[in-house]
């Protein structure tokens, strides 16, 4: 279980979050959503330790991130699988050296066994034909999965996906969705994921965080969203024509 | 940022490379990879560079001893020890670190902007050694064999311009080039070559790596790197000359 309590972050005097907190349980997917610019990529990375927040803390089942010496750090961190908002694969090395990476760098297996980890990975994202390519010569929503692989190769116990599905196409972004479901349920990991996509808000989102302007105005699940009395949430929501027309039945 | 800032958090930045290290293996592969591209990349311009150095050198030299009291001989002479003192080290530390350093600046800064960096350590991998370490020990490694090849080439370009335009006999060269030879010079191109490579690579590398912002800010990064290095080899050099002189 993650626990974050009152984290706030602001950039050369500017307030960027004010006093967020809440709870990602293990087994659940959990979402954070909110406009563009409203602070999640930062309050993700206040939770995966890379922005120290001003104040408050990040708990890792009962461990102080922030409060923990450089041990502590790199335990919690070895435990977590994250995908960036880029992909942010490694230029210099293909597909499939990308996903084997951190396997290299923590673990002792051997080669073979190494290379069928990354390839089964690759093959959950449905990436195995592109294992030998360049970075440079794939797609952004083909590197969105590369990262995905890449995050899930070490069997993280915290999977930390910030927006997996912005650039795909809808049927592939349903699936990467299920995957990342799939994966929460089959090893209970907790699972954190920040979206735009209604389409992931009303599939995927056990536990959903509404971020707006630095504060959290909301947080709920996909069961009790649509009722939801926050002005700022509804226009949210219905900005989107497809929840307008469910909403109106 | 002042000045002082800056120095400071260069020295942390070091600091960082020394701690919490990942396995030997590692660092083994990759400073050897480093080590081919950076020999292999460089030792064209090095090359052209140096011989063209000598050659001129030795032409202008030269032109300038025209009293029938000097003999010849003290052309190369002049030109040999110019070679080792300066202008191998050097000049050739100069040019590579247009080279070397704005490639590490940029790619670093590249690296930063792209969250490759963020990538590397929220899996609990300590960035600066894994991606600064190698970088460096090849450069320390790698320097020195182009200086020795800078040396060479530009003795030898001194002799093809003398002996071509007729400033110098090869005979009357090669006396020069062998009279009143102090040894330590060898051992202090390449110390200094260590040093230079050293602070080459650091610098660089210290600017790619805190590098904020897009592609233009990988630029400016890329830049600075180059001035930097280039005045703290100059300042090095001053000072090195002063200390084992
Ligand atoms: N390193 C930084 N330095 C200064 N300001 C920053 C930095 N990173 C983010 N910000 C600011 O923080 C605010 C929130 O940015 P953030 O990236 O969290 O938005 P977001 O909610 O992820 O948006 P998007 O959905 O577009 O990715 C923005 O106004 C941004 O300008
Ligand atoms: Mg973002």
Request: with cysteine; glycine share 8%; net charge negative.
């Amino acid at each position: 279980m993650i626990e974050i309590q009152n984290v706030s972050k602001a950039f050369n005097g500017r307030q960027v979050l004010d006093g967020i907190s809440g709870k990602f349980e293990p087994g659940n997917c959990s979402l954070i959503i909110g406009g563009s610019g409203t602070g999640k990529s930062v309050l993700l990375k206040c939770i995966i330790g890379l922005f120290k927040p001003e104040a408050g803390n990040v708990l890792y089942a009962g461990r102080d991130f922030w409060e923990g010496n450089a041990d502590v750090k790199r335990d919690i961190r070895r435990e977590m699988g994250v995908l960036f908002q880029g992909g942010a694969l490694f230029d210099s090395k293909n597909v499939l050296e990308n996903v084997k990476f951190p396997l290299d760098m923590l673990t002792d297996q051997s080669e073979k066994e190494k290379i069928e980890r990354a390839e089964f990975c690759l093959q959950r994202v449905g990436l195995e034909n592109a294992a030998k390519r360049m970075p440079s010569e794939i797609s952004g929503g083909m590197k969105k999965r590369v990262g995905i692989a890449r995050a899930i190769v070490m069997n993280p116990k915290y999977l930390f996906c910030d927006e997996p599905n912005s650039g795909l196409d809808p049927l592939t972004s349903v699936k990467i969705d299920e995957l990342i479901q799939e994966i929460t349920d089959e090893y209970k990991i907790t699972t954190v994921v920040i979206t735009h996509d209604m389409n992931s808000v009303l599939g995927i989102g056990e536990y959903i965080m509404f971020l707006h302007k630095g504060h959290k105005l909301w947080e709920g699940s996909n069961q009790n969203i649509l009722d939801t009395d926050v002005p700022e949430l509804q226009e949210f929501l219905y900005a989107n024509q497809l929840i307008r027309r469910m909403k109106n039945h | 940022m002042n000045l002082l800032t800056r120095l400071g958090r260069y020295f942390i930045f070091l600091g960082m490379l020394f701690r919490r290290r990942e396995k030997a293996s590692v660092y083994a592969r990759q400073t050897l990879e480093e080590a081919v591209l950076l020999g292999i990349d460089s030792i064209f311009i090095v090359s052209i560079v140096s011989t063209f150095i000598g050659a001129v050198t030795c032409v202008q030299t030269a032109y300038n001893l025209v009293s029938p009291f000097i003999p010849d001989y003290v052309i190369s002479l002049i030109v040999r020890d110019m070679t080792l003192l300066e202008l191998a080290p050097t000049i050739t530390s100069i040019v590579l670190a247009g080279k070397v350093g704005s490639n590490i600046a940029s790619g670093l800064g590249t690296m930063r902007i792209s969250e490759q960096v963020d990538a590397l350590e929220v899996m609990g991998l300590n960035s600066v050694s894994y991606l600064v370490l190698p970088k460096i020990l090849a450069a320390v490694l790698v320097f020195p064999m182009l200086i020795t090849i800078a040396g060479f080439l530009s003795i030898w370009g001194g002799y093809v311009a003398g002996t071509l335009t007729g400033a110098i006999t090869p005979d009357e060269y090669i006396y020069g080039i062998r009279a009143d030879f102090i040894p330590f010079n060898v051992p202090f191109a390449l110390i200094k070559t260590v040093v230079f490579a050293f602070l080459i690579t650091s610098i660089s590398a210290f600017q790619g790596y805190y590098t904020e912002g897009g592609a233009l800010e990988v630029g400016k990064a890329s830049t600075t790197a180059v001035t930097n290095s280039c005045i703290a080899i100059l300042v090095a050099d001053y000072l090195l000359a002063q200390l084992l002189l």
